[in-house]
T-cell receptor, first 114, second 113 residues
Framework: NAGVTQTPKFQVLKTGQSMTLQCAQD?????MSWYRQDPGMGLRLIHY???????DQGEVPNGYNVSRSTTEDFPLRLLSAAPSQTSVYFC?????????????FGPGTRLTVL | AQTVTQSQPEMSVQEAETVTLSCTYD???????LFWYKQPPSRQMILVIR??????QNATENRFSVNFQKAAKSFSLKISDSQLGDAAMYFC??????????FGQGTRLTINP
């Protein structure tokens, strides 16, 4: 059981480039989400999904796209990277969207946009 | 919008002693959930403890316990018999109805041997 995996661990982009952060889980969890963590701040929700084919916006969705074609995978796409998107990105999953289910977080991806 | 505030950016405690981390939150809802997450240097967020607002009894998990004061909108974390492995950033978080967590700014806990 690998849990929640994220690739890459580190990434440097130039302004305007696009890329996809990968997230996968092998626990058959229905709920998956993406957060970003900026220095000195807590995590903020970008997008989430309650199941395959269903996604919705969180607190800070601008500049990011998501899709959920399978239960296992929930990629986060940066359309045109900006320095303001420099952050650490965390993917998380849980059995359902009910807060009584434990959310498991991945190890994070540190993204720098120059 | 709900907000979560942790007023202690840093705390330190001697090994084997007890430390309390503070958290306050703002909500107009009556049914919600509160969490404490630990983020060690490895960065991976780990759930420490969860409290359901409709439950009056404070949650406990081994050496970790909470003091939940619903009227005061306060949710503190007590760590007893502190161990070196407890050193980490601790985040308080809120959720209402779904897993959409709202996090505080975090408290960095240092354990002195």
């Amino acid at each position: 059981n690998a849990g929640v995996t994220q690739t890459p661990k580190f990434q440097v982009l130039k302004t305007g480039q696009s890329m996809t952060l990968q997230c996968a889980q092998d626990m058959n969890h229905e709920y998956m989400s993406w957060y970003r963590q900026d220095p000195g701040m807590g995590l903020r929700l970008i997008h989430y999904s309650v199941g395959a084919g269903i996604t919705d916006q969180g607190e800070v969705p601008n500049g990011y796209n998501v899709s959920r074609s399978t239960t296992e995978d929930f990629p986060l796409r940066l359309l045109s990277a900006a320095p303001s998107q420099t952050s650490v990105y965390f993917c998380a999953s849980s059995y359902s969207y009910f807060p009584t289910d434990t959310q498991y977080f991945g190890p994070g991806t540190r993204l720098t946009v120059l | 919008a709900q907000t979560v505030t942790q007023s202690q950016p840093e705390m330190s405690v001697q090994e084997a002693e007890t430390v309390t981390l503070s958290c306050t939150y703002d909500t107009s809802e009556s049914d919600y959930y509160l969490f404490w997450y630990k983020q060690p240097p490895s960065r991976q967020m780990i759930l420490v403890i969860r409290q359901e607002a409709y439950k009056q009894q404070n949650a406990t998990e081994n050496r970790f316990s909470v003091n939940f004061q619903k009227a005061a909108k306060s949710f503190s974390l007590k760590i007893s018999d502190s161990q070196l492995g407890d050193a980490a950033m601790y985040f308080c978080a809120y959720a209402q109805g779904a897993q959409k967590l709202v996090f505080g700014q975090g408290t960095r806990l240092t354990i002195n041997p």
